[in-house]
């Protein structure tokens, strides 16, 4: 997980940014299906620009009805900038399709 360290959310890592590291790292998956429902958005709508809790929904609904489980499956939401901005960097024909607001997750605090 060290080099996941470089992913640019600020010169200190914050708890808030280890936390999602951690999340990131055991739940590569979630990375993997916002990427595809993002460019699923871009295909169809290359101009649109969209808030990342759309998708989290998305994936929280999709996981509900196909899942036969008692176990929560969690997409916690304090984690969307950390997605929305990691997304953006390591993807570039995902570049600037999320809406972001001043975050933690962000280079300059």
Do not use: C
Not at 57 to 71: A, G, H, M
Request: proline letters at 4%; charged letters at 30%.
């Amino acid at each position: 997980m060290e080099d996941q360290l470089e992913l640019g959310f600020g010169k200190q890592i914050g708890t808030m940014e280890k936390k999602f590291l951690k999340y990131h790292a055991d739940n590569p998956s979630v990375y993997d299906s916002l990427v595809h429902l993002a460019r699923e958005v871009r295909s169809r709508k290359p101009d649109r620009v969209i808030g990342i809790q759309m998708l989290f929904e998305v994936l929280r609904w999709n996981y509900y009805i196909s899942v036969n489980s008692t176990d929560e499956y969690k997409f916690p939401n304090e984690f969307a900038a950390g997605y929305s901005r990691l997304i953006m960097k390591n993807e570039p024909d995902l570049s600037g399709i999320f809406r972001t607001n001043k975050s933690e997750f962000d280079d300059e605090r």
